[in-house]
């Protein structure tokens, strides 16, 4: 089969080809998928970039977390899953899982049924950004009537965490740049501010939640006080996170996300109800990977990059 491969360490046009590779086989708990599409997220780029673990990231010269596809075998002890079964997952991470191929073996417990209302392209997208969402949330304690501030609501992550606030009852105020304003409304955004707009941030009142999606970046002031819920996806400097604690930020807490099916569930059950859409800024090619890479490296990207393996699954 064919797979996208890593040189080592450097630019994509350096590092990365297409090499021919052994189809794998499904052991006991899991599944041998067809891959129809994978999403490519800025932890694949940095990853490709250094050649080297990121704390529990584990760097692997076969790519790729992302996939969604088809079932096409199954291995001992993996559930219901049959041949035929049209199938998404974050696989194995933050363990490498070797998705960027034309077949990929898959934990069963980290599959969902992919949502019919997607395509394939968004539903290989999906699973990394909307787990990060979800279980951000999930940490934030996020609930009906609370109001949610996203700190970069038009990224990958970002705009399928307002997407998802709302869908839990919440008030969303979002940054963006003009330019992608609209969008965010069309996502169920309440409030969106431009992030250069210093008036505007610092008349933003105190928020149940913040989520935090883009590096280097701190909620204002007026936003934060006692009790208010802070996740990052990106970090945060000791002196941001005492900084945050001071304002009375209560947790201030950076998530890893982790593959999990049953949660997968549960977004294409809300894909399904009208309540989530994926937008993908870009589609690409398996032979076009190297571009694709260079797209989500210069930080521009509104929702998510596809990457098509096999546009027929």
Do not use: C
């Not at 360490?9 to 297409?18: D, K, M, Q, T, W």
């Not at 049924?113 to 290989?124: K, N």
């Not at 970069?152 to 997407?163: I, K, N, S, T, W």
């Amino acid at each position: 089969m064919r797979s996208a491969k890593y040189s080592g360490p450097g630019s994509a046009a350096e590092v990365i080809s297409i090499s021919e590779v052994e189809i794998p086989v499904a052991g006991p708990g899991e599944v041998l998928v067809k891959v129809g599409a994978v999403g490519l997220n800025p932890v694949d780029v940095k990853i490709r970039a250094a050649a080297t673990d990121f704390g529990p990231i584990r760097y692997t010269d076969h790519p790729g977390w992302d996939v969604a596809g088809v079932v096409s075998d199954v291995g001992d002890d993996a559930g219901e899953w049959a041949p035929g079964d049209r199938v998404f997952a974050l696989a194995a991470f933050p363990d490498a899982a070797h998705t960027l191929a034309e077949y990929a073996v898959v934990r069963a417990r980290d599959l969902a049924a992919a949502p019919a209302s997607w395509s394939i392209a968004q539903a290989g997208a999906a699973p990394l950004a909307a787990l990060t969402a979800w279980q951000a949330l999930d940490v934030a304690e996020v609930r009906s009537g609370q109001r949610v501030l996203v700190l970069g609501g038009a990224g990958g992550v970002g705009h399928l965490a307002v997407q998802l606030a709302k869908a839990r009852g919440a008030e969303v105020i979002a940054t963006a740049r003009p330019g992608k304003q609209e969008l965010l409304r069309s996502w169920g955004a309440d409030t969106v501010i431009d992030y250069r707009d210093e008036a505007a941030l610092a008349g933003i009142e105190r928020v149940d939640a913040v989520l935090i999606t883009v590096d280097d970046t701190l909620p204002p002031r007026g936003a934060v006080a006692d009790g208010t819920a802070v996740v990052t996806i990106t970090g945060l400097a000791d002196a941001q996170r005492a900084q945050l604690a001071g304002w009375g930020a209560d947790p201030v807490t950076r998530i890893l996300v982790a593959a999990n099916g049953a949660q997968l569930t549960e977004i294409a059950a809300l894909a399904d109800a009208g309540e989530l859409t994926v937008h993908l800024d870009a589609e690409y090619g398996l032979d076009d990977l190297v571009a694709a890479h260079e797209r989500v490296e210069t930080g521009r990207v509104t929702g998510k990059v596809a990457v098509i393996v096999d546009a027929d699954v």
